[in-house]
């Protein structure tokens, strides 16, 4: 008998058990989908944080200075100092100065708008886009001028789109608007990325350096790849100052985003094991109606021996037939997966209001797949070596 032919005959014997044969598929199917899903699930999150990363910008250091009392601290002019002095690593520098103030808009006054004094590099670095208008300049930094460039939020519901030439008070100061920057999200709303007001970072250190604003500094290293040595470079620059590396922080939003992820990696993975455990019931449950399917076609088995079939091609002919069914089960297993990675990004979409999607991986598919053929295989063996080795006057006789 051949391999064609055996396998029609296992086809055979599965569809005219339909309903056990889907029952000893259960394991590997529910095994599958969770693999399938739970890694969707793992692909979705990595990258939605890696978008969410990008836009904090994953080429970016911050240096935050804690400082060694009034003897040793370091000035704006210092940073750019170091800044020109290493020209091969970092490409562009934004002090930036994280206030806490009101803005208000003829008689409305806003809580909830984010204020920053940037610097005029700060929109290249960050990667935004201009819809209306300029950014900061150097000049305005340089002569502290009142300006600002609000989101896209503030211009649409309190300047009907046309905010450029209008002015804001900021804390009381009249500032005029110079731009306005595109929308950063689908969803323009109070609170949001798009509700933002940029100062200059000299007019905002000025403004509230009675309030205990600090300053931090953003830079862009030329290449993501050259963040860890960019990082080195600062941590040496900032040392030979303070003697004392408590003084200062430096942080990457590239290394950050690494341990996230890796973070994210293993709790899949062992998620994804853990589901794992389902193909190896699977198997078991293989093995149960295979022998339970040996006892059934004894006489069968005795008959095909009789007419002159070898142990190696009943062998094969159940280990055949075991690895069709698993392998039956890990197709319909992997439809399901896609099917349910589909619904499950739009449970996620409208419960949690985030734009994760479940991702299976073809990797990860047709491992489950191979793996769980491969259990067929395994625990298809011992029903089959039982069924090679009957005797076939036994089986004959067998009733």
């Given at each position: 008998m051949t391999f064609f032919e055996s396998f029609q005959m296992a086809i055979s014997n599965i569809l005219s058990r339909k309903v056990r044969s889907l029952l000893t598929m259960l394991g590997i199917i529910i095994g599958i989908v969770a693999v399938i899903v739970i890694v969707g699930m793992g692909n979705g999150m990595e990258k939605y944080l890696v978008d969410s990363f990008k836009s904090l910008g994953t080429n970016l250091l911050t240096v935050n200075i804690?400082?060694?009392?009034?003897?040793?601290?370091?000035?704006?002019?210092?940073?750019?100092?170091?800044?020109?002095?290493?020209?091969?690593?970092?490409?562009?520098?934004?002090p930036t100065v994280s206030v806490t103030g009101q803005v208000k808009i003829g008689s409305e006054t806003l809580s909830s708008t984010s204020i920053t004094g940037v610097g005029e590099s700060y929109m290249v670095m960050k990667d935004y886009e201009l819809s209306q208008g300029r950014f900061i300049s150097y000049m305005d930094t340089e002569n502290r001028n009142k300006?600002?460039?609000?989101?896209?939020?503030?211009?649409?519901?309190?300047?009907?789109?046309?905010?450029?030439?209008?002015?804001?008070?900021?804390?009381?100061?009249?500032?005029?608007?110079?731009?306005?920057?595109?929308?950063?999200?689908?969803?323009?709303?109070?609170?949001?990325?798009?509700?933002?007001?940029?100062?200059?970072?000299?007019?905002?250190?000025?403004?509230?350096?009675?309030?205990?604003a600090r300053m931090s500094y953003s830079f862009a290293v030329k290449s993501e790849e050259l963040v860890s040595q960019a990082k080195n470079l600062l941590d040496n620059k900032l040392y030979e100052v303070f003697e004392d590396d408590n003084a200062y922080v430096i942080t990457s939003m590239s290394e950050i985003l690494d341990t996230m992820t890796q973070m994210i990696n293993i709790v899949i993975s062992v998620l994804a094991i853990i589901a794992g455990i389902s193909l190896v019931v699977g198997g078991i449950g293989i093995m149960n109606i295979m022998l339970v399917s040996v006892s059934e076609r004894t006489r069968e088995i005795g008959i095909r021996k009789a007419l002159g079939a070898k142990q190696r091609h009943i062998m094969r002919q159940f280990v055949i037939e075991a690895t069709t069914t698993s392998g039956i089960g890990g197709v319909i297993g992997i439809i399901l997966g896609y099917a349910l990675s589909s619904v499950a990004t739009g449970v996620i979409k409208i419960a949690l209001d985030t734009d994760i999607a479940v991702t299976p991986s073809s990797g990860s598919v047709m491992l489950a797949f191979g793996i769980s053929v491969g259990i067929g295989m395994l625990f298809g063996y011992l029903p089959a070596k039982k069924a090679s080795v009957l005797n076939p006057i036994d089986a004959l006789r067998y009733e």
């Open positions: 804690v400082g060694r009392g009034s003897t040793r601290n370091v000035s704006v002019d210092d940073m750019f100092e170091i800044l020109e002095e290493s020209p091969e690593y970092l490409e562009s520098l934004s300006v600002v460039v609000i989101g896209s939020y503030l211009n649409r519901e309190y300047f009907n789109g046309r905010g450029v030439g209008e002015s804001l008070r900021i804390n009381g100061q009249e500032f005029e608007i110079v731009g306005v920057l595109s929308a950063e999200t689908d969803d323009v709303e109070e609170g949001s990325t798009d509700d933002v007001a940029y100062i200059p970072y000299s007019t905002a250190t000025k403004m509230f350096s009675s309030y205990g």
